[in-house]
């Protein structure tokens, strides 16, 4: 059983089906090197996954087995150990980025020609890019149409019971133990609570608390009302049957769309392998970024001067996550204010998000830059102010993240520097001292965006 990224025990298919074989199994992970076209995680991500394994190898050792781990090419570890291990039968569930598909092909083939048996599953997706498609037969890029698609399938998405008992073979091989690379600032996340178990207990902790205020509270930064599954779902701790069958009977529609953009993400990701560094639609080859080292530099610390911003991204470099509605405004910033390339935000959430995933990342920049499938149309550019106003209406979440900003009062919170020397005064800060001035006014930042949209929008005759 080749673990990768469905490290769970519960409604893992091929994990079942390896237990029904009844033969003696391996349970192995592969570190798989970064080449092929092959990304190596980032560092935030590889602390999680250090931990997801951990958490998975503790589950396994409750049946008495193991997760052997080894670091390589998937496509020269597992010929190697299925000589030396006599494999019979190779079971792994499906991944669907191009590079992993192109390496589980090579897999499969160097696999059946040493005579094993290869057999692989969904576990990730509710309905996997294959099995729907728009009537002429292509993938969609559009959401609601792919929703509807998916969305009517979705009864028979039925997860698969954790095995009851399994049996492991001995392996006559050393094995590596594996550490992240660069752990460094991660050290210091909160508690993940990685694993199935933890997974579990929040889907649980999410339907009893807080599905019933979905709708209202997704929004607020300052409020803790989604289900914080993302990073869960990341590393296959929990299945998304898993948590559409939790969700039967309950009115949970938003959610669950919320679940479709993230098999819409995959669809996008599976028809276009190139979507984290090439633009959807190409128009946007020719858009007008700028180089600007000191302002992406002063984005990703944190230090823009527009406080929603600079707290969204100190919170991510604090617990590797951010909430939805902060990442679109920090990509809207990024792309739109600083008009720097998605490409330079994707990469940076890449390395420092726990449930960084080529999938959702890539098509989530591209849909805030406006370039991606179904994007969010050019000319809305967020007013950094009025989101923050209106998602963190009392400061709350500025002020934990920019305590320089603490005292001031609700009314500036957002605008210091729209605030009278007195409040500034009184609340202990000094402009340009205890917080920069705003790197970019936001009436010429957002003409200068929408004077460059209007370039690309023009010379592609629209
Ligand atoms: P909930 O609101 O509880 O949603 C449940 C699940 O649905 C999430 O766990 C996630 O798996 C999925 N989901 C929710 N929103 C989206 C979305 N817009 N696109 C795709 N799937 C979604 N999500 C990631 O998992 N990994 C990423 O690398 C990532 N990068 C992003 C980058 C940008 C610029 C933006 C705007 C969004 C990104 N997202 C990413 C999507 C979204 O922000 C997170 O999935 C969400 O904040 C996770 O919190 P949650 O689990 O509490 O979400």
Known sequence: MWFREDLRLGDNPALAAAAATGLPLLCVYIDEDARDGLRAL?????????????????????????LHCFRGAAEAVLPDLARAANVTHLLFNRRHGGAERAVDARVAERLAAAGARVESFNG???????????????AFKVFTPFWRAARARLDAAEPVPAPEKLTFAALPVGTPALA?????????????????????????????????????MRDRIDCDGTSNLSAHLRFGEISPRQIVAALRGRPAEKFLSELGWREF??????????????NFNARFDRFPYRSDPEALLAWTRGRTGYPIVDAAMRHLWRTGL????????????????????WRE???????????????????????????????????????PVLQGEKFDPDGAFVRTHCPEL???????????????????????????????????????????ALEAFGAIAASSGE
């Open 265 to 278: 993400s995959a669809h996008l990701l599976h028809a276009r392998p190139d979507l984290p560094w090439r």
């Open 345 to 383: 935000g994707e990469s940076w959430f890449w390395d420092t998000l726990i449930d960084a995933d080529s999938a959702n990342n890539a098509a989530s920049w591209q849909w805030v830059a406006g370039s991606g499938a179904d994007a969010a149309p050019y000319f809305r550019i967020f007013n």
């Open 322 to 341: 951010m909430p939805n509605r902060a990442r679109m405004i920090v990509a809207s910033f990024l792309t739109k204010h600083l008009l720097i390339d």
């Open 124 to 138: 990730a997706l509710l309905v996997e890019p294959e099995q729907i498609a728009t009537r002429s037969g292509g």
């Open 42 to 66: 980032g560092g935030a991500a590889r602390w999680r996954l250090d931990r997801a394994r951990a958490a998975l190898e503790a589950d396994l050792a409750r049946f008495h087995g193991r």
């Open 406 to 448: 603490a005292r001031l009062p609700k009314r500036y919170i957002h605008r210091p520097w729209s605030a009278p020397a007195e409040v500034l005064a009184g609340a202990g800060v000094v402009l340009g001292r205890d917080w920069p001035a705003p790197i970019v006014d936001h009436d010429f930042a957002r003409r200068r």
């Open 180 to 216: 992240p690379a660069r752990p460094g600032w991660a050290e210091n996340f909160p508690d993940p609570d990685a694993g199935e178990a933890g997974a579990l207990t929040r889907l649980r902790h999410f339907t009893d608390e807080k599905l019933d205020g979905y709708e209202t």
